[in-house]
């Protein structure tokens, strides 16, 4: 069974700093896309970052380009979201999932993606 487990989250003040980690366990993940979303109250779930299999081309939301950056380590099966210069507006439920259907050029599309975590909450106070 597949599993995706979040972490990290919690609550920061405006300027800080948060890292997510995200663990798969059940399959592993090496040759697959991974993403980070996010949802935020009253909001569509949104596209985040995403990564490519060996790690060497990601992409961004414009909203976050510049202040967080994704990786990944294939050895633990874990992809990272490391968050800077946080702002009111990032607060949200953070999800990581997996496009298993592709290796390169994450989509930004949540549709394309099958496997997902449970989400963790990120609270950014003002």
């Known amino acids: 069974q597949v599993q995706l487990v979040e972490s990290g989250g919690g609550l920061v003040q405006a300027g800080g700093s948060l890292r997510l980690s995200c663990a798969a366990s059940?399959?592993?993940?090496?040759?697959?896309?991974m993403g980070w979303f996010r949802q935020a109250p009253g909001k569509e779930r949104e596209f985040v970052a995403g990564?490519?299999?060996?790690?060497?081309?990601?992409n961004y939301a414009d909203s976050v380009k510049g202040r967080f950056t994704i990786s990944r380590d294939n050895a633990k099966n874990t992809v990272y979201l490391q968050m800077n210069s946080l702002k009111f507006e990032d607060t949200a439920v953070y999800y990581c999932?997996?496009?298993?259907?592709?290796?390169?050029?994450?989509?930004?599309?949540?549709?394309?993606?099958?496997?997902w975590g449970q989400g963790t909450q990120v609270t950014v106070s003002s």
């Open positions: 990564i490519s299999a060996s790690g060497v081309i990601t």
């Open positions: 999932a997996v496009d298993s259907s592709r290796t390169n050029y994450p989509s930004q599309g949540s549709k394309a993606y099958e496997y």
């Open positions: 059940g399959r592993t993940f090496s040759r697959n896309v």
